[in-house]
Structures are given as C-alpha cells and as structure tokens.
C-alpha cells in the first residue's frame, strides 16, 4: 500500500511538473501597444529646421536616430550612415502612439539595379514632422 501511494505521488508530481512546462507564458513590455496611428510628412531638406539640420550634418557619417521639437511639431529623423553608393530609398514602416511612447520604424532600401546608380558616396536619411507630444520616440 505504502510502495502505491508513493508511486501515485511520483505520477501526480510528474503530471503537474509536466502541466505547468506546457503551458505558455507570454512576456510583453507594458505599454506598447499601439494605441493609434500617427499622421506624418516627410520633409524636404529646405524644410529642415536649421539646428536640426546641423545635427544631421555632424552625424550623417552614422547610423543615426533624432527627436527635435520645435513650437507645435515633433521631427523625427532616421539616418543609415555612409553608404558606398548612391540608390538608396528609405520606406517608413510604422510611426504609431502607444502608452508610454512614439513608435518609429523605417527601413533602407539598396538600389535594385547597381548598373544604373551613382558611383559617389551618399549619405541616406529621412525626416518626418507630425503633431508635438510629451511621449519619448522609440526606434525600432
């Protein structure tokens, strides 16, 4: 009797280890989903506020991720550093409010055809403006 109690023990220790190892869990970071859609223009590099400008200037040669905010507006600006050649294109992605923060997303597309590109060097980033908030910008 003693040696089936134990063995019923074993099995139902088994059987909840096992249950609690099947089960999943999902980890999310609190927050981060989005809320909404934010309405966004890509500006023209005349349009660039001037001190934002400089900074890009200082930092074209790399990677680079920027906020600016100027009176009603939030720049966002995504650089891809020095590229060998010219042909690049930037395609945005995401740019979405969520609780705690401004989600931005871009991507660096390279030249389909190389025959046909510039042989200098070039230095692809975007800018985008759209409305001025308190949440700090996420890149992702």
Do not use: H, W
Request: glycine share 8%; with cysteine.
């Amino acid at each position: 009797m003693k040696r089936l109690m134990k063995k019923y023990c074993y099995v139902v220790a088994i059987l909840l280890f096992s249950s609690m190892l099947l089960t999943g869990c999902k980890i999310t970071k609190a927050g981060t989903e989005k809320i909404r859609d934010l309405e966004y223009t890509v500006v023209d590099e005349e349009d660039i506020p001037d001190l934002l400008k400089e900074e890009i200037e200082q930092k074209k040669a790399e990677d680079f991720k920027l906020s600016y905010l100027e009176e009603g507006a939030l720049y966002i600006a995504r650089g891809f550093g020095m590229q060998e050649t010219g042909g690049y294109s930037i395609q945005m992605q995401e740019l979405y409010l969520a609780d705690n923060a401004i989600y931005f997303k871009a991507d660096l597309i390279g030249p389909e055809d190389r025959s046909g590109v510039s042989k200098a060097v070039s230095y692809p980033y975007i800018v985008i403006k759209t409305e001025r908030r308190g949440e700090n910008v996420i890149f992702d």
